[in-house]
């Protein structure tokens, strides 16, 4: 059986559990610069968030890893909401020489393609030259080193703590759409695994068209660049406005004009279609921890 990346879940939390301290015992034993601990409760956020996934073979898990859209704590001025950025990834030693790595990288690539995003970003720790080397091997840069700052918003572990920052940038010159190919809307939609996160299929007359799945609520938001179109195929969709709520049903459309602070939420999964200049964004914001 092919691997296979798809979201974590409650159930996987022994054995993501059982990951990290085996990845800790592993650093310690050879000496590396690494983890002291792993913080629970960010790992719970992340599987309800939607944003921990684990790579699978059969009934064996062989790596998990997490992933955001903004880090502007640790990134900064250079936070532009055009990266995906890559946490928490935990390798099962069982398959080492596997390259699970690889795989990993392989899938945020073809993720950030559809997204048009410019690169895949992390953060290691900066007086580890042997993780860090390692990561150059698969293209990233190094970017500069950061002593990430002591508040309330990292976990204990994470304040105070000196990090190398690494960026590998996307080549877009293999990617693009095929105009006259026929796009099957629900075979899409099966496709998608992170709610929140937006799937291009096609363009035209310089509107991006876009999938989405959502459940639950993200963060309020606006787009001063573009009015944004939603179709609602499955569910209930509630679009939050500062002033009102409008309700959507399955067949309805509505229009966030540009400048207008929104907040979408749903009870339950919805599928819906998006149309605009660029891929938004509003979701998927850093839950911050240590990353490898």
Aim: aromatic content about 12%; proline content about 2%; hydrophobic content about 35%.
């Amino acid at each position: 059986m092919q691997n296979e990346i798809i979201n974590a879940t409650v159930k996987d939390l022994p054995i993501i559990y059982q990951l990290f301290e085996e990845a800790i015992h592993f650093q310690r034993k050879n000496n590396y610069v690494g983890w002291n601990s792993y913080d629970k409760d960010f790992i719970k956020a992340d599987i309800n968030n939607g944003l921990l996934y684990k790579i699978t073979r059969n009934e064996d898990i062989l790596g998990i890893f997490s992933i955001c859209y903004s880090d502007e704590l640790i990134w900064r001025e250079n936070e532009n909401s055009d990266a995906i950025y890559l946490h928490r990834i935990v390798l099962n030693q069982r398959f080492k020489g596997e390259k699970i790595f690889q795989k990993i990288l392989d899938w945020s690539i073809l993720l950030a393609k559809e997204k048009k995003l410019k690169s895949i970003r992390m953060d290691t720790w900066a007086d580890n030259e042997k993780i860090i080397s390692y990561y150059k091997s698969y293209g990233f840069k190094f970017i500069e080193n950061y002593t990430t700052p002591a508040t309330e918003d990292l976990p204990i572990q994470h304040r105070n703590l000196r990090v190398a920052l690494l960026q590998l940038d996307i080549d877009y010159s293999d990617f693009s759409f095929d105009s006259l190919k026929k796009i099957n809307i629900k075979q899409e939609f099966a496709t998608i695994n992170l709610y929140w996160s937006q799937k291009i299929i096609g363009k035209t007359n310089g509107q991006l068209i876009k999938l989405a799945k959502g459940k639950g609520e993200i963060k309020w938001h606006k787009h001063d660049d573009q009015d944004e179109l939603f179709i609602l195929y499955k569910g209930n969709l509630t679009i939050q406005l500062r002033d009102r709520k409008i309700e959507m049903y399955e067949g309805d459309m509505f229009i966030v004009p540009k400048g207008i602070e929104h907040c979408p939420r749903a009870d339950e999964e919805v599928e819906f279609l998006i149309m605009g200049l660029s891929v938004t964004s509003g979701s998927a914001v850093c839950n911050r921890n240590n990353s490898i």
